[in-house]
Structures are given as C-alpha cells and as structure tokens.
C-alpha cells in the first residue's frame, strides 16, 4: 500500500521559514486532494491546509492563513507547505495526508515530520 513521506522538518527560530515536503514512497495513483495536519504535545490534531486538485482550491486554518502555502507538482502526486513567519504555536508534528476520492475522508498518511519553532 502507498504510503506518504513528509520532510523537511526542523528546528527554527519564531519569525522562519521551513518548507515541508511530502511524496508517496512508492508508484502512487492519482489523489482527489491532499492535506496537512499537525498534532502538538497534550493536543488534538487539527487541520492545516488542503489543496483539491481538480479545482486547485485552496483551504487554510484560520491559524495559519497569511502565513503558510500549500502546494503541489504538476504530477498532482507531491504536496509542499510554506511556512512563513513561524511562531512558537506552530510546533508539533505535522503530518502529510491524501482523500483518494470526494466520498471518502482522508485515507493515505504519513508518518508525520517534527517542526520545533523556538521563541
């Protein structure tokens, strides 16, 4: 089974940029979208950003609006989060997930990237 891998995590001061990555790790079909999510210590996890590729549309927390793009290639199969303007709020782990169709919730993930933003 496909599964999702997220990189480029890291250590950050408040105020910087990461930017997170995530592609399937092995011959992956096509996704009706693909999202972000991050779970802190001691917290739920909460939705990100979700990109649907079929539309192009864009979905962003409140959270985070302003301050972190999400994006993909052109072969709909690899997902980026910009991350700009960091706080130390954003720490947690994030993680990388694909809907493989509108009529089923997430379905595909990641075993998640640990971004640390230092006040």
């Known amino acids: 089974q496909v599964q999702l891998v997220e990189s480029g995590g890291g250590l950050v001061q408040a105020g910087g940029s990461l930017r997170l990555s995530c592609a399937p790790s092995g011959r992956a079909g096509s996704t009706y979208a693909m999202g972000w999510f991050r779970q802190a210590p001691g917290k739920e996890r909460e939705f990100v950003a979700v990109?649907?590729?079929?539309?192009?549309?864009?979905v962003y927390a409140n959270s985070v609006k302003g301050r972190f793009t999400i994006s993909g290639d052109n072969a709909k199969t690899t997902v980026y989060l910009q991350m700009n303007d960091l706080k130390p709020e954003d720490t947690a782990v994030y993680y990388c997930?694909?809907?493989?169709?509108?009529?089923?919730?997430?379905?595909?993930w990641g075993q998640g990237t640990q971004v640390t933003v230092s006040s």
């Open positions: 997930a694909a809907r493989s169709s509108p009529i089923v919730s997430y379905n595909i």
């Open positions: 990109v649907t590729w079929y539309s192009g549309n864009t």
